[in-house]
């Protein structure tokens, strides 16, 4: 790696990275940021002050991108303000008519660049800042020559007790909305030592919680030495002698010392396994939460989609998470308006939030993506219908997230720290084990983020419980 300390001579150069999207936008937002540090430059404090900007964009749904060129116009103003380096990375330039789009119309972007070269950052800063070049667009297809970025100082982590790790990465789905597979390639896992290798250094720096990113992390098949191998595990999940399944690499991570808590996100239904479950319920630290994107209630709708399930399986397969462990939280993503979509079939969708009762939801109204199947059909349903149907939806879950959580008043729970909120009212937000997000007070004894707390809960709402710690409860100092 270059070392620009040098050249700069003493200017430490700021930059501020700006993330859209999903968990695995964030986590490469991390990577580069710890990249840029190694080499020797500052996180600024805001992007006003910043000598580098950078955008981490995502072009899932078409309102995603349009944020990005609304920020994208202010910042062509602000350049003519106070110089500073434009980057534009991530998914949206991976479209091949958006890297031109932004090559031909957003000539002050000074780098675009994509998921598969995001490594490249400092190469392409260092071409800016040597040679002054401008304007480089830089797209390599897909992410399967990505190297790892896995050596990121602690700094950089958005946050000190909770870290993703990435175990997989692109997609071979191809549900026929979806541009990601296009953007982020074919599906490629990790080997196993190599991710293990990275949460016990992040458990080493302190990390309790690990989030164990992929688009579909039930798919997992990564390479596995015959040491490491957890062999009392049965025949299913040890699938092949020199691959890993992701019950088996749970396992795995269990082991790691200091972790407390394992997260993993995203799950397809197709593939989520009995063996998961049992993993799920045999391991205490895997938390008993499942995001599991349902998209749609019709079975119709589905095998348009190209989802591989039915309404149906779906259900049954709620049902043996419930069955195997009764406090689960299941949480899903939801699309409406998807082409084709009859009121019949937007009833079914609201039928499985009714029977599934998810304890969330992200809830999307379809957006056309230009390169994906359903790009090509023609039977679009209304902005107007989509919109009702949109908001009939939440009206269905929002009830159900208020009473699940309802159920919890009187219960104490083992939440995790998150932040400490306000330190003069000994205010902290936490997360349960099912992910509920948890505000607190604590009149005595102080937290830190990574601590595990028994909280008492008191007050519930649509998207959060409030409560305090169970020592004071005790103590009877709380009301
Ligand atoms: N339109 C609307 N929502 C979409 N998603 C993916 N593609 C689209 C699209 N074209 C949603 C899916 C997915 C989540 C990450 O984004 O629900 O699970
Ligand atoms: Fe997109 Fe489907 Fe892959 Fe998820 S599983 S990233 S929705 S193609």
């Known amino acids: 790696m270059k070392d620009f300390r040098a050249l700069l001579a003493g200017k430490n150069l700021s930059f501020f990275i700006r993330t859209y999207g999903c968990q695995m936008n964030e986590r490469d937002s991390e990577k580069m940021a710890g990249l840029l540090e190694q080499i020797g430059f500052v996180a600024a404090k805001s992007k006003d002050v910043a000598d580098i900007v950078i955008y981490n964009t995502c072009c899932v749904r078409e309102s995603a991108e349009d944020k990005v060129f609304g920020h994208l116009s202010r910042e062509k103003s602000a350049k003519a303000q106070r110089p500073f380096i434009l980057a534009i990375g991530g998914c949206m330039p991976q ?29 392409f800063l260092w071409r800016v800042i040597e040679n002054g070049e401008r304007n480089i667009v830089d797209i390599t297809e897909g992410e ?64 309790r919680e690990i989030m164990l990113l992929g688009q579909n992390v039930n798919s997992y098949r990564g390479k596995i030495c015959e040491s490491v191998r957890v062999v009392s595990l049965p025949a299913p999940t040890l699938q092949n002698d020199s691959l890993a399944s992701f019950p088996e690499l749970l396992h795995l991570a ?50 348009d989609m190209n989802r591989f399930y039915t309404k149906e399986q779906y259900l049954a397969l709620a049902e043996k998470l419930y069955a195997a462990m009764p406090e689960i939280a299941i949480t899903t993503d939801i699309i409406v308006g998807y082409p084709g979509e009859t009121d019949e079939d937007f009833e079914d969708t609201l039928d499985v939030v009714r029977r599934v009762r998810f304890a969330g ?55 995790m720290v998150e932040e400490v909120r306000d330190d003069a009212s000994n205010a902290y937000k936490a997360r349960g084990d099912d992910h509920t997000l948890v505000h607190f007070t604590a009149e005595t004894g102080e937290f830190v983020a990574g601590d595990i707390v028994p909280v008492r809960i ?16 005790l103590r009877k100092s709380c009301n």
Do not use: W
């Open 95 to 123: 479209q091949p008519e958006m890297a031109d789009l932004l090559r031909e119309k957003h000539k002050y972007a000074d780098i675009v660049f994509g998921t598969g070269n995001r490594h490249r950052l400092p190469e």
């Open 361 to 415: 939801a992200f809830t999307f109204i379809y957006s056309k993506r230009s390169g994906t199947p359903a790009a090509t059909r023609t039977d679009l349903i209304p902005r107007k219908t989509a919109n009702e149907r949109f908001d009939r939806l939440t009206a269905e879950l929002y009830p159900i997230m208020t009473a699940r959580n309802e159920s919890k008043i009187g219960q104490i729970i083992d939440v």
């Open 458 to 473: 008191d007050v519930a709402k649509t998207f959060y419980v409030s409560g305090c710690a169970a020592s004071d409860f």
């Open 144 to 207: 399967n020559e990505l190297p790892e970025i896995t050596d990121v100082p602690v700094t950089t982590r958005e946050f000190s007790h909770k870290a993703g790790v990435n175990i997989m990465y692109g997609c071979d789905n191809f549900c026929s909305y979806c541009i990601v597979p296009y953007v982020r390639g074919r599906e490629k896992s990790r080997a196993a030592e190599d991710v293990l290798a990275e949460i016990r250094a992040l458990a080493d720096d302190g990390v």
């Open 254 to 303: 269990h082991e790691v010392e200091g972790i407390k808590r394992i997260r993993f996100m995203t799950s397809h239904p197709k593939d989520f396994s009995d063996e998961l479950i049992d993993a799920m319920q045999k391991l205490p630290n895997v938390c008993k939460h499942v995001h599991l994107p349902l998209q749609a209630g019709s079975t119709r709708v589905l095998a």
